[in-house]
């Protein structure tokens, strides 16, 4: 139960923060944003299960739905001036409906003819954590940093590997990755302010839970 509920609020820490870094919504839009999670964690502790299996139907309707805002996140990072190769949009449609084994697959074949471009290793990355039921795996491991490989400067491959981490409830890898995105972020990085102030959270609530001390 208890882990659940970590779960449930780490995904729930994760979309605030990139929200907050990377879309960099204005004060009130976050101020929306915010109440929306705080009444959706209301309402799932009032109608949700958090330690209990989920129904076929709900957990279809889950991955879609993670497959939609996977999708949109990663977007947003990039400029849509050009548009992106025939092999992301159609793994896009498959992440969308939740089929996250077809869009890795996709994205694979897609990635031996374009071996250097980072937008489809981080689309790997977060199709494999998906197929993975939000863990992460190794192969994801692999696909952020190839990302992170072919251009060290973009936050991306760190940012979504720590939220990843946060969502499976590994606090302390979360923490690890994102302190590095920070040393490594140059003094004037518009997210670094932010993804510090993530980092002091973090350890805040590692601080304050002894089973995450020795996670």
């Known amino acids: ?10 995904l729930a820490m994760a979309a605030f923060a990139f929200a907050a870094l990377i879309l960099r919504l204005p004060r009130d839009g976050l101020a929306l944003f915010g109440a929306v999670l705080v009444f959706g964690l209301a309402g799932y502790a009032w109608q949700g299960s958090p330690g209990q299996p989920a129904a076929p139907k709900p957990q279809i309707e889950r991955a ?17 001036t050009q548009p992106p190769p025939d092999y992301l949009l ?4 498959f992440a969308r409906r939740g089929r996250f084994g077809d869009a890795a697959g996709l994205l694979r074949q897609g990635l031996e003819a374009n071996p250097d471009h980072l937008e489809g290793w981080l689309a790997l990355g977060l199709a494999l954590v998906g197929h993975a039921d939000g863990f992460v795996t190794p192969a994801a491991v692999q696909a952020f940093g190839r990302a992170r490989m ?8 760190d940012y979504f590997l720590g939220s990843a981490y946060l969502q499976s409830g590994e606090i ?9 995105l ?15 102030a993530e980092v002091a959270r973090l350890d805040d609530l590692i601080a304050r839970a002894p089973m995450l001390q020795g996670q």
């Open 90 to 93: 159609t793994s896009d449609a």
């Open 172 to 180: 302390r890898g979360a923490r690890a990755v994102w302190a590095g």
């Open 64 to 80: 879609s739905n993670q497959g939609e805002a996977m999708v949109e996140g990663r977007a947003a990072l990039f400029d849509r």
């Open 150 to 157: 072919i251009d060290p400067g973009h936050p991306g491959a």
């Open 1 to 10: 139960m208890i882990g659940g509920w970590l779960a449930v609020g780490a």
């Open 182 to 196: 920070v040393e490594r972020s140059p003094a004037d990085a518009p997210w670094r302010e932010g993804l510090e």
